[in-house]
Structures are given as C-alpha cells and as structure tokens.
C-alpha cells in the first residue's frame, strides 16, 4: 500500500494547529489539516506491513491500508467509499478519536512515527462534503417495520441510519433540543463545530429517519408504549450518570459536575442564557481525562482569573511503557491536552479532603497528596489548599441513568451498564448500544456499537437463524454502508 518505502522519504507530521495564544480568544476549531501534497506524503507512508494492526486497533475495522493507497494515487472519490464502508460519521472520529489505529500503526514501533492516519481520515471526508460527493442514500423499499432509537448521539445515529438504509422506519427520541448527545452538547464548538453534526442529521432525516426532539422518554412518553408502537427498542441513551465526590462542602454553590458545564456553555454559545460561567474566576478541574481537558479549554476561552487540573492518579511515564503497555496497545504514558497546551497548571496524585467556603458558595480547595496508585494512601504533611470558585467534577461515569432501564424491564451488568450479550438485552425486543451498554467509551466505539446494533435488530426482524446470519449481515451491510456513487 501505498509508495514503496515511503516511510523512509517522508517522515511523520502531525495535524496544523492554531497558535494557543490567538485560539483562546475565539470558539472556532483549532486544529486543521495539512495540504493535499503534504495529506499524499504521509498516506504513503503506508508501508505495506502485510498485517495491518492499524485495521485491528481500530473498533471499527476502518480499511485503512485501503484508503492510504487511495489518497497516495490521488482517487479521493474512491477513498470516501471505502472510508464509508466502515465508518457512518468520519468527520466525528477525524475530530474527535483518540487513534487507537495510529498507537497500532506498525511505524509506531519507532514511537512517534505512526502514519498521521486521522489526517487523511479528515482530509477525505472534509474533501467529499466540499466536492458534494455525500448525499442522502434512501432505501429502495421500505420493510413495514418501525423501530424507536432513544438518544441521538454517535450510537443513536450510527444505529438509526444503518436501519433506515435497509428499509426499516426509524424514529429517534431525544430529550435535548438538538441531536447528537454528546458529540453536539458535550464536546466543545472548538473541537468540532456543531454545524457538522447538524449536516450529518439533515442527511439522516433525508433518508427517512424521523427525529423528536425534546422528548424525554420516561416523562413525556411511557417506555411501555414504544414497546408496544415499535417492533424494536433500541437504548442509545450513554451513560451519563457522573462520579461524584464525596467531601465536606460538595454542596456549596459553584461546584458542578462537568457536563452540566459543558453543556451549558453550548447552549449559551447557541444563544441561550448560560448559568455557569468560569469568567473571571479561579478554577478546579478534578480529573485528567478528555471531559477535565475540555472544562480547562472553555475555562480559558472565558478569561478564567487562574485553571488547575488536578489528577486522583500518579504521574504517568513520558514514554510507552513496554512492560505495562507494549505496542500494539494503547500506550499508559504521560500526555499533555491541547488545553494545558493553551495555559494551567496540572498536579497528579492529588486527592481532595475537602471544600470550603463563604455564604454558601465554594471559595478554596482543600487536597493533599496520595501514592498514586490504589488505594490511594493520603502522605501526610502535604496538606494545601487553593482559591477555588469554581469547581468542576470531571471524574468519569458509573453508568447509564436507570429510570427508562428498569421500567423497560431491562437487566443491568456488574457495571450498571444494560446486560445486552449481542446486543438484545433481556427485555424481548429491546436492544442496546453505545456507551448504555459497555460504559463510557470513545466516540469510535459509539459507531460500531450503533452499527453492530443494527445489524443485531436485523437479524432478530428477520428472524435469522444462526445458519443463514453471516449472508444476512453481508447483504444488510452492502445495502447500508456503501457510499453513492458520484
């Protein structure tokens, strides 16, 4: 794939950011792409492994030796299908994958040198939109059968459209305004501009499926009654059930949970009245993943006073950890968010004791140092604490809201999350996908469970037997995840 020893011309570059000190100071997207010449290099840079371990890191099982040789020999048109064929939403994961497939690329058992495999992922679908090469892909025929998705995000709209394109009538429930879960709400404007979520839902409604937004099911519509309306449910919901901390003070004004956060600063960039604000104001994030790392960008894109992050977990290692986490796998190893890139500090092995205050409204953090690994073992004599008026609670997810779960009649795992073994959970024709079923995950993994999903809900319509259920798949995914052709 690709040029022959390419690899050894070209060497790794990774995507064009914004100047952090101009970014701050707006909400447009930071990072860009490279050049078509430059996109070119680096997809032949493929080199042709013979297995390619980048096809298996990615949850999807993106073709992407396939679509490096595409790119490489300039057939741009080509390269949107075979990206199609895999993945419903490429935008999405361009912007937003951690790439699993580039910590599995082969040259990155030199580390650093993986294939910019996410650059030419974006490249090609940022090119087909402006070429006009996506477009509505309407079934042929209609089923007759109905199936209801509850929630919109990557799952919801993964699922919904894989059905809809093989004939199915799809309705998608969502209790927010807009659609999209958190890849609309959740994430920033600055990492994905929400008129590129808004244009895939156009492209599903075009297709056929029927969106109700500002629906919550379990309130404004009974769980039972689409169970008994639908010939199949689907739970798309996530889990949005946040980590709370539980210390002195938790209760004062100006502690919030994340995505309370996030999701108001978007609905206030739409236009709506925002009622948490970091403006001016000295800032906590507790906890170092992605959402913590988004809490910080925002913090600083409103002229907070002063951010920290801070982190339950020890320092990780600058470099992959061959002992813990040898190539292919993801690698345990320290990294530093575009957010800290953008200013902050960030502390590691910090647990909080407590939150203090005056008139009811949070003033000062109060921490002290742990070990850094489980169970955490508080080091004494390192108390501190810091100004803190706003605090944000960044500290991951237990697990789906239980409420639409239990009054389906749905099982839940060990986890919390819905007991669905292939996707059917233990209420007769309900199913499940997406982070409601495996628990917070990445945004690649919303896809493929919503397309696996359907592909379950298929079968089961059609009552296939375990005989015949691989020619079904393949003919259910030829019909749905081919892209048009020009």
């Not at 957010?339 to 009811?360: K, M, P, Q, V, Y």
């Not at 779960?405 to 007769?428: F, H, K, S």
């Not at 945004?443 to 375990?466: F, M």
Request: charged share 25%.
């Amino acid at each position: 794939m690709g040029k022959l020893r390419g690899f050894m011309e070209h060497g790794r570059r990774a995507a064009p950011e914004r100047d952090p000190r101009v970014r701050i100071g707006d909400f447009r997207e930071f990072v860009g792409t490279l050049p078509v010449v430059a996109v070119r290099e680096q997809a032949a840079r493929c080199m042709e492994c013979g297995v390619p371990f980048c096809h298996h890191g990615c949850p999807l099982g993106n073709l992407i030796p396939d679509w490096n040789d595409l790119v490489y020999r300039d057939r741009w048109h080509e390269a949107i299908d075979q990206l199609h064929r895999t993945n419903n939403f490429p935008e999405f994961t361009g912007r937003l994958c951690p790439a699993p497939c580039e910590a599995a690329c082969v040259l990155e058992i030199n580390e650093g040198d993986a294939v910019s495999i996410k650059q030419v992922e974006l490249s090609i679908v940022n090119r087909a939109w402006e070429e006009g090469w996506i477009a509505p892909q309407p079934p042929c025929v209609r089923t007759g059968r109905s199936v209801a998705v509850i929630g919109s995000g990557p799952a919801g709209l993964a699922c919904a459209q894989q059905l809809a394109r093989a004939g199915e009538s799809v309705t998608v429930f969502e209790r927010d305004e807009a659609a999209g879960g958190l890849v609309r709400f959740g994430v920033p404007e600055f990492k994905i501009e929400k008129r590129l979520v808004e244009r895939r839902v156009a492209q599903l409604e075009a297709e056929g499926v029927e969106f109700r937004l500002g629906v919550d099911v379990g309130r404004d519509v009974d769980p039972a009654e689409l169970r008994e309306r639908f010939d199949a449910v689907v739970l798309a919901t996530g889990a949005r059930v946040p980590r709370d901390l539980p210390v002195p003070g938790r209760e004062l004004d100006g502690v919030h949970f994340a995505m309370d956060y996030l999701y108001d600063r978007a609905r206030s960039l739409a236009g709506a009245a925002g009622t948490i604000s970091a403006a001016g104001r000295h800032v906590v994030v507790i906890g170092g993943g992605d959402t913590g790392a988004d809490c910080v960008g925002h913090a600083h894109r409103e002229g907070a006073a002063s951010v920290t992050q801070i982190e339950l977990l020890g320092e990780p290692p600058a470099s992959r950890p061959d002992d813990v986490t040898p190539w292919p796998l993801w690698p345990m190893k320290l990294r530093t968010s575009y957010a800290l890139a953008e200013g902050g500090d960030r502390d590691f092995a910090i647990s909080t004791t407590r939150l203090s205050g005056a008139n009811g409204r949070v003033e000062r953090i109060h921490w002290q140092r742990n070990s850094g690994v489980p169970p955490f073992e508080l080091v004494a004599g390192t108390e501190e604490s810091r100004p803190a008026e706003l605090v944000l609670l960044a500290m991951g997810f237990l697990g789906p809201e239980p409420e639409v779960l239990d009054r389906l009649g749905v099982e839940r795992d060990q986890r919390g999350n819905a007991a669905a073994r292939d996707y059917l959970t233990t209420a007769d024709g309900v199913f499940a996908a997406g982070d409601a079923r495996r628990g917070q995950s990445l945004v690649v993994w919303a896809i493929s469970e919503g397309r696996r999903c359907a592909e379950a809900v298929r079968r089961r319509l059609d009552g296939a037997s375990t005989a015949d259920e691989g020619a079904r798949t393949s003919t259910f995914v030829s019909i749905a995840t081919t892209a048009p052709p020009g």
